[in-house]
């Protein structure tokens, strides 16, 4: 009876260390939850308080008009007085950001499923260790490298049919760039979207008559849609954010919006990083932080978006 009762009292110690350390454990986890959403929320605050002063009467003489800054067609801070227009470089962003991933998006998805549930072990773990090495590469390198190639590329194909460009520099190059850019981060969590299908989800199609690549096809895309589509949120939200190698091959148009795939753009992201060590804090900085609140707008409604087709994709309205 004595040893019972001590085998009873060790165990509840044990348990209730064990719940202690589990209660612990979820603090932690809140803790750091609650900490990146403070982050978050602390850079939204700096960027909006920040970019929101120039349209403010407070602002003096140089305060703004919102919606000729929205809806403006042209950016230029070098006249007096000083245009600044954000539509134009909001559709010239969309058109570059939306065009890669039109390029991309297929062929990361075709790539995940081709890694995860086609190709053989050893051709498998090089293609994973080659897109690992591609999300790894510095955006500054994949600038260089387009700055060197990919415009030679454009300028040699544009000038194939009579066509001037601004040495390569144009909406084309951005586009090739931006598609190779996010390729890695699509394909990436593709491939683990895939993996994480149930088996035995495919084995009732197989067994249902379906071939393997309709399977493929109609219920492991089907099922791992959800992990697709963040990939190409994630990536999406990579071609709207990059700015290093973009300038290098953008261009720096000051109107638009720009249609002509071979002439130069501009993005919301080089506006903001185009001239940034040469500006003192006055105007120009401040309005700087505007063109961010309107880059913050459009990654949003975008990733609203994503995810409004996601749900209608496959013909599932509840994951």
């Known amino acids: ?110 790539t995940a499923l081709f890694i995860a549930k086609i190709a053989p072990p050893k051709v498998r773990f090089v293609l994973t260790t080659i897109v690992e090495l591609l999300a790894a590469i510095p955006s500054i390198v994949y600038g260089v490298y387009a700055a060197g190639t990919i415009t030679g590329l454009v300028g040699g194909f544009a000038g194939f049919f009579g066509i001037s460009t601004y040495g390569g520099n144009s909406v084309m190059a951005v586009i090739l760039l931006l598609a190779i850019m996010i390729f890695p981060t699509i394909t990436s969590l593709a491939v683990v979207s895939i993996r994480a299908v149930d088996r035995n ?37 990579r071609a709207f954010g990059e700015a290093t190698a973009v300038s290098m091959v953008a261009g720096n148009r000051m109107i638009g919006p720009t249609w002509n795939l071979f002439d130069i753009t501009r993005t919301l992201t080089t506006t903001i990083l185009t001239g940034m060590h040469e500006t003192s804090p006055g105007l120009d900085y401040d309005m700087r932080f505007s063109v961010g609140i309107v880059l913050l707008l459009v990654i949003l409604v975008t990733n609203l978006s994503i995810q409004y087709i996601k749900r209608k994709v496959g013909g599932i309205t509840n994951e």
Do not use: C
Not at 210 to 230: C, D, H, P, R, Y
């Open 201 to 237: 989800l495919e084995l009732g199609s197989i067994a249902l008559g379906a071939s393997t690549m309709e399977t493929n096809f109609k219920v492991v895309l089907t099922s791992a849609k959800s992990g697709i589509f963040a990939g190409l949120a994630l990536g999406l939200g």
């Open 1 to 110: 009876m004595i040893k019972e009762n001590k085998h009873k009292e060790k165990f509840a110690t044990f348990h209730r260390r064990k719940l202690w350390q589990d209660k612990v454990i979820k603090r932690i986890f809140q803790g750091s939850a609650i900490l990146a959403a403070l982050m978050i929320f602390f850079i939204y605050f700096f960027v909006i308080s920040r970019g929101i002063q120039p349209f403010l009467p407070s602002y003096g003489d140089d305060q703004q008009n919102l919606l000729s800054f929205i809806t403006g067609t042209r950016w230029r801070p070098d006249i007096n007085p000083p245009e600044y227009g954000v539509g134009f470089i909001v559709i010239n962003t969309l058109l570059t950001s939306l065009g890669a991933a039109v390029i991309s998006f297929p062929i990361s998805v075709l």
